[in-house]
C-alpha cells in the first residue's frame, strides 16, 4: 500500500479513533472519582477544581497556537459561551458527578447512553442533522440509536444470573453503602445531566461555526464552568474543610480529571464535533458501557451479570448501524467539498 493512501486511510479512521481513545479516558474516570467521593471529596468541589487546572493547562495552548484563527470575542458571543459553559460544565458535571456518588459507575455508564438517542432527535428537529427514511442509511441511523437505547435499557434493567467471579480482584473500591442506598435519587441526577448533556452538544456544533477555535472555546469552558461551579459549590459546601485537598487519591483525580478529560478529551470532542457533526461524538457512548462493566468485574471484582453481556453485544450491533448510516453524510460532505473548491466537478466536466 502506497503512503498516501496510508495517509488517507488515517484520515477516514481518525474521529473514530480520537473518540475511542476519549471513550477510554472515561472510563477511568469512572473508578478514579468514584474512589476520590468514596474517600471523601465533595462533587462539587471537584467540579471546580478540576475546571481550574484543566483552564491552566489548556491556555497557553488555545493562547499561541490560535492566535492567527480566534475570532473577536463579541459581548454577544460570550454571553454564548457563558450559557454553553452553564449548561455543559456547570449544570451537566455537577449533576453527573453527584449521581456517580449516589449509584455506581456502571449504572452512570449505561444511562449516559441516552445521550446519543436524545441529540439525535434535537439535532433532526434543528436541521443538524440529514435523515431520509427511503434509504438504507437513513434508517440505519434510527435503527442504530434505537438498538444501542435497547441495549443500554437491557443493561440497566435486566440483570440474569450473575457471572461466576474469576477470584480475588486485584483492586477492591471501598463503597459508602450509606450514600449509595439514596439510588432513586442518583437516577434522577443521571438522567437530568444526560439531557443537558444533550444540549450541550448540540450547542456546541452551533458556537463553534461562529467561534472556530477549538482550544480558545475549551478553555474559555473551563474558565467560566469553574467560576459558575464555584458559586454554587460555595452556596451548597459551606465547611471549609469540603475546600481543603491533600496529596491523595482526591489530588490525582482532579489533576487527571482537568489535564485529560476537561482539556484533551474535551477539545478531541469539539474536534470531532466540528467535522462530523454532534451525533457522532455522542455515538461512542456505548463503548465506555462496555469497558466500565468488563473492568468492574474484571478488576474491581463486581459482579458482572448476564444482562451486561446480553446489552453489551446489542450496543456493539447499534453503533455499528449507526456508524454505518453516519458514513454516507461524511461522503456527502467531503464530495460536497470537492464541488466548491473545483467548479468543474459541479459542471459536470471531465
Known amino acids: ?21 476519549a471513550q477510554l479516558s472515561y ?13 471523601g471529596m465533595n462533587p462539587h468541589v471537584y467540579v471546580t477544581y478540576r475546571h481550574i487546572v484543566a483552564g491552566i493547562a489548556m491556555f ?20 454564548e459561551i457563558f450559557v454553553l459553559s452553564l449548561v455543559g460544565v456547570t449544570l451537566t458535571l455537577n449533576m453527573y458527578f453527584a449521581s456517580l456518588r449516589y449509584t455506581s459507575p456502571t449504572f452512570v455508564a449505561s444511562v449516559v447512553n441516552t445521550v446519543a438517542a436524545v441529540t439525535f432527535v434535537i439535532a433532526v428537529v434543528l ?9 438504507a442509511r437513513g434508517m440505519a441511523k434510527v435503527l442504530g440509536t ?14 440474569g444470573p450473575a457471572a461466576r467471579n474469576p477470584g480475588h480482584p486485584p483492586i477492591h473500591i471501598q463503597r459508602n453503602n450509606i450514600i449509595q442506598e439514596q439510588w432513586l435519587k442518583g437516577s434522577f441526577l443521571t438522567i437530568a445531566s444526560s439531557i443537558t448533556w444533550s444540549a450541550m452538544y448540540i450547542m456546541q456544533a452551533i458556537t463553534l461555526k461562529r467561534y472556530p477555535a477549538q482550544l480558545s472555546l475549551t478553555t474559555w ?14 452556596i451548597v459546601a459551606r465547611k471549609p474543610a469540603d475546600w481543603r485537598i491533600g496529596l ?13 478529560v476537561s482539556g484533551l478529551i474535551v477539545f478531541i470532542q469539539l474536534w470531532c464535533t466540528d467535522k462530523r457533526g454532534p451525533v457522532f461524538a455522542t455515538m461512542f457512548n456505548p463503548v465506555s458501557t462496555i469497558l466500565v462493566a468488563i473492568l468492574a468485574y474484571f478488576v474491581f471484582g463486581e459482579k458482572l451479570f448476564l444482562g451486561s453481556i446480553v446489552g453489551a453485544v446489542v450496543v456493539i450491533g447499534g453503533l455499528y448501524l449507526l456508524l454505518w448510516g453516519k458514513e454516507a453524510d461524511h461522503q456527502e460532505a467531503q464530495i460536497k467539498t470537492k464541488e466548491q473548491s473545483d467548479p468543474k466537478i459541479s459542471q459536470g466536466e471531465p
Open 27 to 39: 472510563t477511568f474516570l469512572y473508578f478514579i472519582t468514584e474512589a476520590s467521593f468514596n474517600h
Open 146 to 159: 434505537l438498538v444501542s437505547l435497547a441495549g443500554v435499557t437491557i443493561m440497566t434493567v435486566y440483570k
Open 127 to 135: 436541521r443538524l442533522e440529514t435523515l431520509d427514511l427511503r434509504n
Open 221 to 234: 469552558m473551563c474558565f467560566l464552568g469553574a467560576a459558575q461551579s464555584a458559586v454554587f459549590t460555595v
Open 248 to 260: 491523595n487519591i482526591d489530588l490525582w483525580s482532579t489533576i487527571y480529571g482537568g489535564v485529560v
Open 60 to 79: 497557553p495552548f488555545a493562547y499561541f497556537l490560535e492566535r492567527k484563527i480566534r475570532p473577536k470575542l463579541t459581548l454577544a458571543l460570550f454571553l
Open 1 to 21: 500500500m502506497k503512503p498516501s493512501s496510508l495517509h488517507n486511510v488515517y484520515l477516514r479512521f481518525k474521529p473514530l479513533l480520537l473518540m475511542v481513545l
